[in-house]
């Protein structure tokens, strides 16, 4: 018997970009069942809902990936929303977890949560070192008192619950709306439309100065099956490369894959985010063996060639 094999797990957020990779892997493990429930069956800001929910699938592992998010641009204008959908879900979730008697909870938390002036590489013991960067800090903390609640809960209650902190995530089947994606598929979609058009610039947030981890999804999702599977500490533990690269950098990189030819322009006006990210690794890699596989530029050649396709056949 695998550790899998009798495991009946509830995995929220399953329609999201990680959440759908996420359950394409959980699923390769056979578990006994995966309940992958969209918000019109399980409103997580719903108590009885979830209440509901939980005794009628009496689910023994919950893996939770639901949040509310977006960029910079999208944190900026949803600061109120984002901070109390996703600590509404977490805590409501984790509480009525805990009272349905299931016997493991994985948290996803964010990169976000670390302070704004970290110094690199993050120690996942910095966390508490100050306040984060401004843009996001309501959503970095909204989902950092989901860790305070698992330490709180395992202490009073013996509830085995952990923290796990990935580093930024991109790959095929990202959100590439410009109003609510993250950097890399804005990018990359403001490059390919740039060279399809024949435009010979385009403009980008911030002054290409900010450095940031990027973790490909499929890694992601194989690093929290690792950890759902192998760790059961109190401690929040990072999700990353160990790798970190500047926005101009990144840029740079996506124009020479996507045959953009043109200059890019800098709005040094627009906010660039925290000024610095990187991950300290050491300790995913000790205590349940995760390794990322997939390089930056490999990554990003597979998310541009997924998202022509995608754009062709449309």
Partial sequence: MTFWSERRVLLTGGGGFLGGHLRERVQREQPAALLAPRAAELDLRDAHAIESYLAAHKPDLVIHGAAAVGGIGANRAHPGRFFYENALM???????????????????GTVCAYPKDTPTPFVEDDIWD?????????YGLAKKMLLVQLQAYRQEYG???????????YGPRDNFDLETSHVIPAIIRKFLEAAEQGTDSVELWGDGSPTREFLYVSDAAEGIVLAAERYDDDQPVNLGTGEMVSIAELAGTIARLSGFTGSIVWNDALPGGQPRRQLDTTRARERFGF????????GLRRTIEWYRERQSNE
């Fill in 90 to 108: 977490g805590i409501q979730l984790i509480e009525h977890a805990r009272r349905a008697g299931v016997a493991k909870f994985v948290c996803l």
């Fill in 130 to 138: 100050g306040y984060p960067e401004e843009t996001n800090a309501p």
């Fill in 291 to 298: 390794q990322a596989r997939v390089g930056l530029e490999d």
């Fill in 159 to 169: 509830f085995n619950g952990i923290y796990l902190l990935p580093a930024n995530l």
